[in-house]
């Protein structure tokens, strides 16, 4: 399976930024995360999406952070609002259970 994550960037504090994860199979019936990692820091968890659209968050992006998905197009969305710095990292996605991995998508929020 491959995954490729984009519209990473450089945004100010408040802004925001879309992120999109293209997958190579169908993802109909799969849950698909998100997880980002911070220099010096483990990969964290950030959402969850299930198949019927359903979401989960962290506890620090409820409210800010907003997953979407797009069956037809085999790809999923992270809606990045009200951006702060300690939202700066590297975002990655990945099919839940899964070891596969994006090459992820720089996001730095500047103040």
């Known amino acids: 399976v491959q995954l490729e994550e984009s519209g990473g960037g450089v945004v100010q504090v408040g802004g925001s930024l879309r992120l999109s994860c293209v997958v190579s199979?169908?993802?109909?019936?799969?849950?698909v995360e998100w997880y980002r990692q911070s220099p010096g820091t483990q990969r964290k968890w950030v959402a969850r999406i299930y198949p019927d659209g359903a979401t989960r968050y962290v506890g620090s992006v409820k409210g800010r952070f907003a997953a979407s998905r797009d069956n037809a197009r085999k790809t999923v969305y992270l809606q990045m609002d009200n951006l702060k710095p300690e939202d700066t990292a590297v975002y990655y996605c990945t099919l839940f259970g899964s070891d596969d991995w994006g090459q992820g998508t720089q996001v730095t929020v500047s103040s």
């Open positions: 199979i169908n993802i109909d019936n799969l849950n």
